[in-house]
């Protein structure tokens, strides 16, 4: 087939749509959508103003595909962002078909009309060509092509691969306190014992894997002497769990709460204290299972918690805390 370069974009350019419409996972997606709107407009534009062989040389031609690219899709996007339509997915999708279908089908009817048209590198042809050269070449010259073929099929390989797979973005989670009205103000600092006070947790999974999240509660009267972290007291006070799954962190705009629990506490001792959140990701440690609520666990194994919380250590958890003064019943 002579013209097959433009029967291909007009494919291609047609099943793209499709992909995305039916397998939108497929990394087929993205290898596709590169060559649609970096190359095919250009190609097809360039296919229809340059039809004679004589026009431009096949540098020219390629170089020239890539920029009229650029700006026909530069263009068309433009254009849509002024219509009823908007700049979305679906009328830009449409529009650069119709642009690649358009110039491939006028491309193809002024072939047909001139005496010395340009036309694309027969494949059969080229690949007979090849296969004549390598057999009059000697023995070092053949094993250096063959070597350098596989190298370049190797680079466009491993360029696809690329492309195809992208890096996996950073992976966190977003753990939070909010105070009762869902803004970061109005925390409960003063209490009086068994006065119920509350805040709102949350928690986002950006870890790109389920994570079964577990948060454990504690009061903490701690003091912070000579550079360390003196324990007075640290009361087990509460524990719950919940399975998320990942989302997509939104990171041009606000964060988009996925878990939030209205949480409601009060304090049965008077005195100055912490209250510690820690969060941990599928487990805890075994040091910290099968906990007594309010019994003090200080200077047991458990210290680690607040040591790990301290030094930011988020590989064993994630900690936040609230200063809490609780005064005798009946004050403030």
Known sequence: MESWDLVAITFFSVS????????PDTSIRTILAIPFLFFFPGYSLIAFLFIEEKSIGNVERVALSF???IVATSLIGFGLAYTPFGLRLDPVLASMVFFNIV??????????????????FDPFELWQSAKRSLGRQDGIDRTLTIVLALA???SVAALAYVVAVPREGEKFTEFYILGPGGNATGYPHNLSMDQNASVIVGINNHENRQVRYIVQVWLVNASFVNNSTVIQNMFFFDQWSIVLNSTPA???????P????????SIHVPGHFKL??????????SYAEDLDPMRDYAGGPTDRLLDGAVDNNASLLIGLNLNLVVGPMGTT
């Open 276 to 285: 510690w959140f820690f969060l941990f990701k599928d487990s805890v440690p």
């Open 16 to 23: 793209l749509p499709l992909i995305i419409l039916y397998v």
């Open 103 to 120: 110039f491939c089908l006028l491309s193809l009817w002024k072939r047909s009309n001139i005496d010395a048209p340009y036309l694309p």
């Open 152 to 154: 370049m099929i190797s």
């Open 67 to 69: 920029a009229l690219s």
């Open 258 to 265: 996925q878990f939030q629990k209205n949480y409601t506490f």
């Open 250 to 256: 939104n990171l041009d705009g606000p964060s988009i």
